[in-house]
């Protein structure tokens, strides 16, 4: 089975930066960062497949980059200004072409206004 490891997760004050890294233990079509609070449904924020296409939350638009090294089997989520309302769990995600999905154990990402 695929197993996703993540680091880069922290404590930042408003309009700082943090860099997310996910490492798959295969190559994956497509990888991505989702993030989670409490009482809320978790959301996609960022994804990205293996020819580079990628897509967006509409609220990290122009703030987040997502990146993927395929050789390295390796995604990662450069969080630019950040705001307090970025503060969640952030989980890396992995799914095959068989639509089968993988996920990280989440990184917590604290951002203090």
């Known amino acids: 089975q695929v197993q996703l490891v993540e680091s880069g997760g922290g404590s930042v004050q408003a309009g700082g930066s943090l860099r997310l890294s996910c490492t798959a233990s295969?190559?994956?079509?497509?990888m991505g960062w989702y993030r989670q609070t409490p009482g809320k449904q978790r959301e996609l924020v960022a994804r990205?497949?293996?020819?580079?296409?990628?897509r967006y939350a509409d609220s990290v638009k122009g703030r987040f980059t997502i990146s993927r090294d395929n050789a390295k089997n390796a995604v990662y989520l450069q969080m630019n200004s950040l705001k307090p309302e970025d503060t969640a769990v952030y989980y890396c995600?992995?799914?095959?072409?068989?639509?089968?999905?993988?996920w990280g154990q989440g990184t917590q990402v604290t951002v203090s206004s």
């Open positions: 990205i497949t293996t020819g580079g296409y990628t």
């Open positions: 295969e190559n994956i079509f497509r």
């Open positions: 995600n992995a799914e095959d072409a068989a639509l089968r999905g993988y």
